[in-house]
Structures are given as C-alpha cells and as structure tokens.
C-alpha cells in the first residue's frame, strides 16, 4: 500500500490496533490502557507478549473513557458495558440515559451544597472581619 493511501486511513478503519495505537489516540498511558484490561474491561488478543486490540476494544475504551470523564466508577461503566453484551444497543441506551440522568441530579445536588457552603463562609468571614478588635489593628496598621 502506498504512503500516501495509509495515511488517509484513519486509526478507527484500522481492523486492530496496538496498545501504542490507543494510547495515542486516546491520550493516555499503556499503563492506563493495561489497567482497564486487568480489571476485565477490555480484552486484546496476544500474538506473542504483544497486545492486539481489536475494534470492539477501541469502541470500549472510548466508552470507559468518556464514562470516567463524567464522573461514572468503573463498576458503572462496566454495568453499561455488560448491558450491551446482554441485552444490545438500545437497552444500554435506555440505561446509559437513566444513569446520565441520576449524575445530573447528583452534581445539581453537590452544586446547591457548594453554593450554600460558600454563602455560610461569606458570612462568617463578615462577621469576623467585623469583630472590633480586628478593625482597631486594621485601622492603625
């Protein structure tokens, strides 16, 4: 194959890949990439002591990946993974949605408690700064 129809390839055409492959285009680590396998996450094929992943693999990566940005533990992630297996696309959409919908709801939560925190902390602080003993030194320093 020539160089120049290699490089309009693109890495998801690829029928598999390396753990170097994925690291690059996922930008993490190989030692990242091991992890997820050693917690059964993904499964590469070995020729020798080399890693063949494969698409299903990449596609998985990109899930657990996308899943940890948003905040879902790897047993959530590998929940949503497993429903796939199990009951297809569409019932994993129908569950991704629900716990999309639960991490909103808990981020508007620790929001509200973040607000309310930083109101009480303004308010202690104003009542401290009003002490008289702290204005006497502020004024005559």
């Not at 930008?27 to 990242?32: G, L």
Request: with cysteine; aromatic share 6%; net charge positive.
């Amino acid at each position: 194959m020539s160089a120049a129809l290699l490089s309009k390839i693109s890495p998801a055409d690829a029928a598999s890949f390396t753990i170097a492959d994925l690291a690059r285009e996922f930008d993490v680590t190989a030692r990242t990439i091991r992890f997820y396998e050693s917690e059964g996450l993904l499964s590469p094929e070995r020729e020798g002591q080399n890693r063949i992943y494969s698409k299903r693999d990449r596609a998985r990566l990109g899930w657990i990946l996308r899943g940890k940005r948003v905040g879902f533990s790897l047993a959530e992630i590998r929940e949503l993974l497993d429903i796939y297996k199990s009951g297809g696309p569409a019932k994993q959409r129908v569950a991704l949605v629900g716990k999309c919908r639960e991490r909103v709801d808990a981020l508007k939560r620790q929001r509200m408690d973040i607000d309310d925190t930083i109101a009480d902390l303004q308010a202690f602080l104003h009542a401290v700064e009003e002490m008289p003993d702290l204005k006497e030194k502020a004024a005559n320093a």
